[in-house]
């Protein structure tokens, strides 16, 4: 009983970081290019099966797409799937992996902190840090998707 507890109260907290992703998508794309720049990260994995909540370290990518509209990290899935292959690797499998990121590491601080201090008080919840020598995130090559029109 205090196991599906726990659980639901993790859902729901992944639930709530995720949301304003899903907000944001929602928007009207403007057409913008994507750019090149420097932005700071860190991956989050909640493994349900283990009670385990892991978190990397704030890392800092030199060459991520952002898309210029809605400011979103282009292949952000990529990253996390980066993430959720580590995880696998140490043996934490169906592990669920997000990733947080900005242009100013101090706003990656401020969300690093925030997760933390919600996974501590989550009880019954197993804390781990990732130190930078055991994984790093990687730089995706951004490929834009070209739609072929059907002849007529």
Not at 61 to 70: G, K, L, M, R, V
């Amino acid at each position: 009983m205090r196991i599906r507890l726990i659980r639901a109260k993790a859902v729901l907290l992944l639930i709530l970081l995720l949301l304003p992703l899903a907000v944001a998508a929602d928007e009207k794309d403007t057409g913008k290019e994507p750019k090149v720049q420097r932005v700071a990260m860190f991956g989050c994995a909640i493994s349900f099966t283990d009670s385990l909540v892991c978190m990397t370290d704030i890392q800092t990518i030199d060459s991520a797409w952002i898309e210029p509209a809605h400011k979103f990290l282009i292949d952000r899935s990529l990253y996390s799937l980066q993430l959720q292959m580590y995880m696998e690797q140490q043996g934490h499998k169906n592990s669920i992996c997000t990733i947080f990121y900005d242009k100013k590491p101090r706003k990656v601080q401020r969300m690093w902190r925030k997760v933390y201090k919600r996974s501590l008080k989550q009880n019954g919840l197993r804390f781990q840090n990732i130190p930078v020598s055991a994984f790093r995130l990687k730089s995706e090559e951004y490929r834009p998707i070209i739609m072929e029109e059907s002849a007529q």
